[in-house]
């Protein structure tokens, strides 16, 4: 009997320190695991960000508070971290958007839509409009992906929810409230640059369409010009998306529209002795 007892207590004291080798194992290669591969996301996304703002106030505003970007980083981790990457509204924002609200002055918005490349080197050349990423906010976070998992407080910058795959993804709440906020603060006169080489060059469904176009108003906003960029002179204004276009704004806005050929643009941006105006 003593002799079973031993082996048995001998066979639960082995299985037990297999245990605990195989834990410890574990910890070490997770350790080893992350030390190799860098950060984690989370830290990968903290220091872009901080990083991008901290450059964007260098150059825009050199006496900002070194605090801005520390804020920046927790409201806007605040919106998403612990959430269902399917649950977070654009007011989940709304910390983020109090905290950092910079935008163009009036009669200085560029809006866009299938336009990004050409009207982001335009304000970034020419430097008489700024488009939503010319903002602190816009610029910080363009072109990033980000969200998080109920309960967790990890953060992720793959895996994360298509734009189209659920309407309340981070990444969309963002963009759906930002665009909508700097529609709501624009003054004066306002522009936006389309493609004139697609056969709709106002989407309705677009974020210009969607959001942007419905918020500027009479009398804040006095007008709205349209820059309808073509690569040959085939398009016209006449389109029938801008005429859908022209219904979708407040009625009260005064509209005009311009086929430029894109480059007319691109020798406008390329000489630093040509005003802005003569762009188009
Ligand atoms: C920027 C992103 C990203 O007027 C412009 C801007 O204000 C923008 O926020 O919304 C308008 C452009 O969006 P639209 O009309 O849908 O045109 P598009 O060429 O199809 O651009 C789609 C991207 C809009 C939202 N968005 N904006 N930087 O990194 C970014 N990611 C997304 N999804």
New binding site residues.
Partial sequence: MDTRKRRRNRLIAAVCLTLLLLIILAICLGIIFRSENGASSSEVLKTTIISRCETYLQNNDPGSSESICNTLWMTFTKAFVGQDPCAVPPEAYNQLFQAINNYPSCNRTL??????AISHKYTQEKKCLE???DTLL?NV????TWCGKNNSNEIFTSGCPA?TECTMNP??SF?DR??GL?AEQTCGAAT?MLNGSIPTPF?PN????R??AKRLKYPLVSGLTVVLVTQTNVTSCENDSLQNLQRVLDQSLTYSCKVVLQSQILDCISDPHMPCGKCW
């Fill in positions: 809006f866009w839509s299938k336009t990004k488009t939503l990423e816009g976070m363009d072109g990033l734009w990444v969309r963009w930002s665009s700097i936006v989407d677009s974020t210009f369409g959001i942007e």
